[in-house]
């Protein structure tokens, strides 16, 4: 088989619709995935030990259960119980909420790094609980988190591509399509990678600058 030059701008406008699908899809689940998972990891620490017993319950439940398994399961067998919706929310939904639940370990772990110190002096300083979040852990916390929570929002891109089961048009279902319809599959495929390759290299160029910047 040879490469087709032709034929690669004829694929390019489909591909260009699944690079945008995919870019809303990331930055989507993206947004879940960091705000849930520092609110869970808020809730489990001011919870009182019910509450923190649940939470983990539901952290481990979706670390635990592949993301295809939850892909498959809201889109084929929640309509069976009534509960219909569109395959691009059900992606969303299921990617945001499973790296919730790893984003929220990240928060964890950067609040437990936090001197007990520090609280103490917030105490002294007369800050209400309410102020002391606001002011003091939640953004050390976010700021000691950035380089883990980059990692995940670049493993939610990767993953993105796994939405094409559902049919959801991220670049991966198109370039499926496409090779589906002209049994030609060097050309999409191969664009396919080299397209996540060069998308890939702003976050790695993002996590590389910080890492510098705090090294």
Known sequence: MTWDWHYVQQILPNLMIGIWYTILVTIASSAIALIGGLLLAILESVSTTLGR???????????????????????YVLPEVGITMPALPIGIGVLGIVYAAFCSEVYRGSLITIPSELRDACVALNLS???????????????????????????????????????????????????????????????????????????????YRFKVRHA
């Open 53 to 75: 017993t649940f939470v983990r319950f539901w952290l481990e439940f979706f670390r635990g259960v592949p993301v295809l398994v939850l892909l498959y399961f809201s889109f």
């Open 129 to 207: 609980r309410f102020a002391m979040w606001q002011r003091v852990l939640i953004p050390l916390m976010v700021r000691r988190s950035i380089p883990a929570l980059l990692n995940y929002v670049l493993s939610l891109f990767r993953l993105t591509a796994w939405l094409f089961a559902i049919g959801v048009p991220v670049l991966m279902f198109q370039a499926d399509v496409v090779a589906e319809q002209s049994y030609r599959y060097l050309e999409p495929y191969t664009l396919t990678g080299l397209i996540y390759v060069a998308m890939n290299l702003p976050f790695l160029y993002i996590l």
